[in-house]
Every structure is written in structure tokens, then in C-alpha cells.
């Protein structure tokens, strides 16, 4: 099933921030639209955090910039109410040539848990432990794949990948827990489920590429085959399929920025039902809890804008930031149990920038 991409009114996002923003009353939920609500958290910065990693609650972790923080390393502020933390051992250990790199970090129980690795072997890998007023604890990872793959967070515990096809299952003591191998792939990427039951690797064996789906487990429970003519942008699974962002029909040698962009979506229990909604251009993706977040990147029209889907229309509907036009740069998308954050620099309608976070929380 082929659909165009569906656009709408101000519609109820719109009304909900408004209502936000002016104390007016938003107009009911239309038929069909997302329910989640976006709310500006924290706007108008003092200080330029550096780059944003994770959240919980009103909570906003960053991991500093160089160029950008002052004499001490300090750049801890509060804004509204709302906390965007890190703190001078940030600067001093994670980032500077010596030190290491977060590479993804999660954060639950005000305590946030990072995986560190510096790609160019100054250090080994590790697991950190950091809250707010204390000092960071590193966690040795006693890891035996080689370190050209990635990380992530699933269900708490920490999954390593490797380009070889090997995975690794870490729990918060640093204890390694179980393995899995599967040498006939080449992982490429990685997308873990909200909720950490499943993750998808994006994997190639030769000139296939394929979905190679685990349990939390480690068990190989499912492969969803990749069309030779398509070239993948981003993906993520939820609790009922894969969805993923590509170009389509793509001719061999033909450049694959002139072809159709699609979002598509496969069902675990059907995933020859395949559905396809046409693209202004390629985009990147985020999911939770069943809401999908689409921001297309390679589009001089939906360029600097965002879009909620709704998965029982299957169709795309753009997200209101009220004041603010659009995305200037810096844009950067981090999920949570209950919605998502966007932090980003954004362009008014006199395109003056501001530095803000847009919260859209699940209703």
C-alpha cells in the first residue's frame, strides 16, 4: 500500500501548545492525530550545554563542549525549573584527546549510566555511573569483541556489537552476562526496542542485507530480509514491527538521492504486508512506546520540521513548535519512557535563534 504523505492544519498539537504557551484553551483531539502533548521546557540558554545525551524528568544531561565551557569546566545551570547538568570531571575525563567518549547513556533513578570508549585505543571500555554532586564511578567492562561497532541500553542492561557479528549483554556492576554470535553477518546498526524485549541489527552477508531480530536473551527469534534495490537512512523497532526510513528502487549504479524515499513498515507477524508512505525526502526516526518521530533531512520542504505518526491512519502529522519555524541547527532527538525531547537551536518568524528543548510527552 502506497500513501502519500498526509499534511494537516494547526489541528490539535497545535491548540495543545498554544494553550502552553498563551494559558488559552486547546480545542479537542481531531480524529486520527497523535496524543502527545509538546510543552517548551527550557529555552533562551545562558550557556551553550554542548552535546545532550539523555533526560529523566525534568532532568537534561549534556555532555560539555570544549569550546564552550568556562575557566573551571563548570557548566551546570538551571533554567525554569528545569536542571541541564553535567560538571567539570565531564571535561576533564570524557572529553579531551587523552580521555574517552560517551558513546550512549541512559538515564533512570537520577542516576545516569553511560558506555565510554575512545575508538583510538587511549583507554579501555567502561561503564559510568554519574548523578548530579558526585563523582563519576567507571565500571571496567571485561569485553572480548572487537571495538568497531557500538553500543546501546536495553531493559537496563548494556548490549555491545561488533562489526564481526558478535554481541555482548553487560548488566550496571560491569558483570558480563551472556553472548551471542552470529559470523555469518556483518552487523552495520543497531535499534533496540523501548522497553529493551528486542533489538534489530541491520546486517549484511555478502551483497544481502537483512534485520537479524534477538530477544532479550540473546536468541535469534526472527530475520526480516532487506530489498537489494533500497538503500536504508534509519530505523527502529517497536513492539509490532520494524519501521525504517529508504530509497527505493534504485537502479544499480544509479545515485540513490534521486530516488523515491519511503517510510515503510514491517509487521513481525506479517512481513510480507509491508507499508509504504511516500517521503519528501530521507529522514531520520525515533520510537516509543507505539508513537513514531520522523524528521526528514534531505528535504528543502520538511527540512527543519517534525512529524508524528499515526500508526492506526498511517499517516504523518507535522508537530507545532508555535512560535518557532523550525530547526537552525544542532537538532537533537533524545527518547525517554514518556515521550521524547527535542533540543535544538530554533528559528522564530523574525529568524532570530533560540536555544530550547521541546518536551512531546505520551498523554
Known amino acids: 500500500m502506497r ?47 554542548g552535546h545532550f545525551i539523555a533526560a ?13 565551557v568556562d575557566e573551571e569546566g563548570n557548566v551546570t545551570f538551571s533554567s525554569d525549573g528545569v536542571v541541564a547538568w553535567n560538571g567539570s570531571e565531564w571535561q576533564e575525563l570524557y572529553h579531551s ?39 563519576p564511578v567507571e565500571l571496567p567492562l571485561d569485553s572480548t569483541i572487537p571495538m568497531d561497532g557500538g553500543a546501546a541500553f536495553s531493559g537496563g542492561e548494556l548490549v555491545l556489537w561488533s562489526r564481526s557479528g558478535e554481541l555482548e549483554w553487560f548488566d550496571q556492576s560491569g558483570t558480563l552476562r551472556r553472548t551471542a554470535a552470529d559470523p555469518e553477518y556483518q552487523f552495520m546498526d543497531l535499534a533496540v526496542e523501548t522497553g529493551g524485549e528486542r533489538l534489530a541489527l541491520f546486517a549484511e552477508n555478502g551483497e544481502q542485507a537483512a534485520f537479524r531480530v534477538y530477544d532479550r536473551e540473546g536468541t535469534l527469534v526472527q530475520t526480516i530480509g532487506f530489498p537489494a ?8 523497532i517497536t513492539e509490532t514491527g520494524l519501521w525504517y526510513i529508504a530509497a527505493i528502487d534504485v537502479v544499480e549504479d544509479e545515485d540513490s538521492l ?31 512506546n507505539g508513537n513514531l518521530l520522523v524528521r526528514p533531512v534531505g528535504s528543502y520542504q520538511d527540512g527543519d520540521r517534525y512529524f508524528l505518526l499515526e ?4 499517516t504523518l502529522n507535522p508537530v507545532d513548535t508555535g512560535s518557532y519555524t523550525g530547526v537552525h541547527r544542532r537538532a537533537q532527538v533524545v527518547t525517554v519512557p514518556d515521550g521524547f525531547y527535542i533540543f535544538a537551536d ?18
Open 56 to 68: 529523566e524528568g525534568e532532568t537534561l544531561y549534556f555532555v560539555p563542549d570544549r569550546q564552550t
Open 97 to 135: 584527546p587523552e580521555g574517552q567518549w560517551i558513546q550512549t547513556a541512559t538515564a533512570a533513578g537520577g542516576t545516569l549510566w553511560a558506555y565510554a570508549y575512545d575508538y583510538a585505543g587511549w583507554s579501555d571500555p567502561v561503564l559510568l555511573r554519574l548523578s548530579p554532586g558526585q563523582e
Open 258 to 288: 534521486t530516488a523515491q524515499k519511503r517510510l515503510v513498515y514491517v509487521p513481525f507477524d506479517r512481513p510480507e504486508e509491508e507499508q509504504l508512505l511516500k517521503l519528501t525526502g530521507d529522514g531520520l526516526l525515533y520510537a516509543n
Open 3 to 49: 500513501i502519500s504523505l498526509y499534511r494537516t492544519g494547526a489541528g490539535f498539537l497545535a491548540g495543545v501548545l498554544l494553550a502552553v504557551l498563551t494559558g488559552c484553551r486547546a480545542e479537542p483531539a481531531m480524529s486520527g492525530e497523535a496524543e502527545v502533548t509538546p510543552v517548551l521546557i527550557m529555552e533562551n540558554l545562558d550557556h551553550d550545554p
Open 346 to 363: 530554533w528559528l522564530d518568524e523574525c529568524y532570530d535563534v533560540h536555544r530550547a528543548a521541546l518536551r512531546l510527552q505520551n498523554e
Open 311 to 314: 500508526p492506526e491512519n498511517f
Open 229 to 236: 534495490d533500497r538503500r536504508i537512512y534509519s530505523y527502529r
